[in-house]
């Protein structure tokens, strides 16, 4: 798919020796470009063939031969925004490397706020042991539904992991077909009656127009005291509703690695609120995150140069 020599790759990532051999063993004679060499000849930007793992926004619609971009990243929604990369003929594939660690920290903020583990620590930096203000808002998630709207790998994973905590499990996609992690498949429209009877609610919802507001006033309301965790997008819940939602106690805590707005602005209500576990939306980070990127990017670059479809490609019509 490259032409006689091999294809010609733009890297924006700074890699050593050793990781740009391995590309070049999967494919034979690429030739190399980095952002630098692209500010010495400008020209040479309609010759990029494959792009790892971005490609910056003002070259998109220069950059007439690119056929391939593989990002190191998973949620595409941030890229697609720039109208010359949604409409540019190229390929997109992401990469599906944070299932395990994302699903800990969700079910680790999860089980915060429940444990009111949260409150703990603040209890213990205050140098003084006292029960009966922790206890207070301790609730048990055994024998209780866990609803998961967005059931790709993550999802999936951390439906499995509520079935370990003795959840019945219900999950939420665009089909309703059933799937194995879950007890009972809904599609969207019946999101409501089923947050009203959950009693933990996770969203990983992609960043698209579709999923935008998922979790408004009514949904919100249909809660009934459950608890909330958001490790999708930060627009997938209305924030304003949320912040009153805690307040008056219709969702009875939440745990957001995402936000809307993000980053989440100094002096913002959720901040202050005692029922709120805030992460810098870091769920995907972990120890060789960027090795298995790069991992994903080879073998994807073996099967370019064969010839062979590639994984993990975006629905760019859909946004994942």
């Given at each position: 798919?490259?032409?006689?020599?091999?294809?010609?790759?733009?890297?924006?990532?700074?890699?050593?020796?050793?990781?740009?051999?391995?590309?070049?063993?999967?494919?034979?004679?690429?030739?190399?470009?980095?952002?630098?060499?692209?500010?010495?000849?400008?020209?040479?930007?309609?010759?990029?063939?494959?792009?790892?793992?971005r490609l910056p926004s003002a070259l998109w619609a220069r950059a007439a031969g690119l056929r391939w971009l593989q990002t190191s990243?998973?949620?595409?929604?941030?890229?697609?925004?720039?109208?010359?990369?949604?409409?540019?003929?190229?390929?997109?594939?992401?990469?599906?490397?944070?299932?395990?660690?994302?699903?800990?920290?969700?079910?680790?903020?999860?089980?915060?706020?429940?444990?009111?583990?949260?409150?703990?620590?603040?209890?213990?930096?205050?140098?003084?042991?006292?029960?009966?203000?922790?206890?207070?808002?301790?609730?048990?998630?055994?024998?209780?539904?866990?609803?998961?709207?967005?059931?790709?790998?993550?999802?999936?994973?951390?439906?499995?992991?509520?079935?370990?905590?003795?959840?019945?499990?219900?999950?939420?996609?665009?089909?309703?077909?059933?799937?194995?992690?879950?007890?009972?498949?809904?599609?969207?429209?019946?999101?409501?009656?089923?947050?009203?009877?959950?009693?933990?609610?996770?969203?990983?919802?992609?960043?698209?127009?579709?999923?935008?507001?998922?979790?408004?006033?009514?949904?919100?309301?249909?809660?009934?005291?459950?608890?909330?965790?958001?490790?999708?997008?930060?627009?997938?819940?209305?924030?304003?509703?949320?912040?009153?939602?805690?307040?008056?106690?219709?969702?009875?805590?939440?745990?957001?690695?995402?936000?809307?707005?993000?980053?989440?602005?100094?002096?913002?209500?959720?901040?202050a609120l005692p029922n709120v576990v805030i992460s810098p939306h870091y769920g995907g980070v972990h120890p060789g995150y960027e090795e298995e990127a790069l991992e994903v990017f080879r073998?994807?670059?073996?099967?370019?140069?064969?010839?062979?479809?590639?994984?993990?490609?975006?629905?760019?019509?859909?946004?994942?």
């Amino acid at each position: 798919m490259g032409n006689d020599s091999g294809p010609v790759i733009l890297l924006t990532a700074a890699l050593d020796e050793e990781q740009r051999a391995r590309l070049l063993d999967a494919a034979p004679g690429a030739r190399i470009l980095s952002e630098q060499d692209l500010a010495a000849h400008p020209d040479l930007v309609g010759r990029i063939e494959v792009a790892y793992p971005r490609l910056p926004s003002a070259l998109w619609a220069r950059a007439a031969g690119l056929r391939w971009l593989q990002t190191s990243f998973a949620g595409v929604d941030g890229l697609l925004a720039n109208p010359e990369a949604r409409r540019h003929p190229a390929v997109l594939t992401n990469v599906h490397i944070h299932v395990n660690c994302l699903a800990e920290h969700l079910w680790g903020m999860a089980l915060m706020l429940v444990r009111n583990l949260h409150g703990s620590v603040r209890v213990q930096q205050s140098g003084h042991w006292d029960t009966q203000a922790v206890t207070g808002g301790v609730g048990t998630l055994a024998g209780g539904t866990l609803c998961v709207a967005g059931l790709g790998a993550i999802g999936a994973q951390c439906a499995a992991m509520g079935r370990l905590m003795g959840m019945r499990v219900i999950g939420i996609n665009r089909s309703g077909k059933p799937h194995p992690s879950v007890d009972q498949m809904v599609t969207p429209d019946k999101r409501r009656e089923v947050f009203a009877v959950s009693s933990l609610v996770m969203l990983l919802l992609p960043g698209t127009e579709e999923t935008r507001g998922f979790a408004g006033k009514a949904e919100l309301e249909a809660l009934h005291g459950a608890w909330l965790v958001n490790g999708g997008r930060g627009t997938a819940v209305d924030t304003n509703e949320l912040v009153r939602a805690l307040e008056d106690g219709r969702v009875r805590g939440a745990g957001l690695d995402v936000t809307d707005p993000e980053p989440l602005p100094d002096g913002h209500p959720l901040w202050a609120l005692p029922n709120v576990v805030i992460s810098p939306h870091y769920g995907g980070v972990h120890p060789g995150y960027e090795e298995e990127a790069l991992e994903v990017f080879r073998g994807n670059l073996r099967r370019w140069v064969r010839g062979e479809p590639l994984q993990n490609v975006v629905d760019k019509s859909k946004g994942y």
